[in-house]
T-cell receptor, first 114, second 113 residues
Framework: TQLLEQSPQFLSIQEGENLTVYCNSSSVFSSLQWYRQEPGEGPVLLVTVVTGGEVKKLKRLTFQFGDARKDSSLHITAAQPGDTGLYLCAGAERSNNAGNMLTFGGGTRLMVKP | KAGVTQTPRYLIKTRGQQVTLSCSPISGHRSVSWYQQTPGQGLQFLFEYFSETQRNKGNFPGRFSGRQFSNSRSEMNVSTLELGDSALYLC????????????FGSGTRLTVV
């Protein structure tokens, strides 16, 4: 079973600050996904990165997949209170029968204070 | 387009009982996966179903089982409940092929007393 280390675990910042969340593994994943989860709800997919070195932008969020497809980062520019939530990275593993399963990192709980 | 629907939202059971949770995937999605989320262990993979067949299973005891019906709806069952089974159980669906992400339901919050 592959493991994903996510850091930091907790982050409390002021509105307008920038932040970066890291997701690292010693193994290669077929793709890396980032989710955001609000209390009492399921995770919501933000982005999927597939190619090593890939960079994707979603408004103020920038996602990067490492060249070796073992690590990823999420950078938020000018954070807003609406960005508050639990951010989860998840690596997708392909099994021999074409099945798919996600290995989740431990999550980063972000609080943005107004 | 309706999302992933999980029922019930909340459930309280007694140790030793069994429970069945239900998941209706997005229309057209043939892959349904189940995850357990706890404060201590985070999100852990339980199993994945595709076209009524279990394709993958996580490291959970045999008390955890599931099935998928011909309309892609899925159920998971936990027998002989233990206090440690208290968790948020999440169902996720996807088309079943490619590198597309998952759409999760809101989950079923199970409390075992």
């Amino acid at each position: 079973t592959q493991l994903l280390e996510q850091s930091p675990q907790f982050l409390s910042i002021q509105e307008g600050e920038n932040l970066t969340v890291y997701c690292n593994s010693s193994s290669v994943f077929s793709s890396l996904q980032w989710y955001r989860q609000e209390p009492g709800e399921g995770p919501v997919l933000l982005v999927t990165v597939v190619t090593g070195g890939e960079v994707k932008k979603l408004k103020r969020l920038t996602f990067q997949f490492g060249d070796a497809r073992k690590d990823s980062s999420l950078h938020i520019t000018a954070a807003q209170p609406g960005d508050t939530g639990l951010y989860l990275c998840a690596g997708a593993e392909r099994s021999n029968n074409a099945g798919n399963m996600l290995t989740f990192g431990g999550g980063t709980r972000l609080m943005v204070k107004p | 387009k309706a999302g992933v629907t999980q029922t019930p939202r909340y459930l309280i059971k007694t140790r030793g009982q069994q429970v069945t949770l239900s998941c209706s995937p997005i229309s057209g999605h043939r892959s349904v996966s189940w995850y357990q989320q706890t404060p201590g262990q985070g999100l852990q993979f339980l199993f994945e179903y595709f076209s009524e067949t279990q394709r993958n299973k996580g490291n959970f005891p045999g008390r955890f089982s599931g099935r998928q019906f011909s309309n892609s709806r899925s159920e998971m069952n936990v027998s002989t409940l233990e206090l440690g089974d208290s968790a948020l159980y999440l169902c996720a669906s996807r088309t079943g092929t490619g590198n597309f992400g998952y759409t999760f339901g809101s989950g079923t919050r199970l409390t075992v007393v």
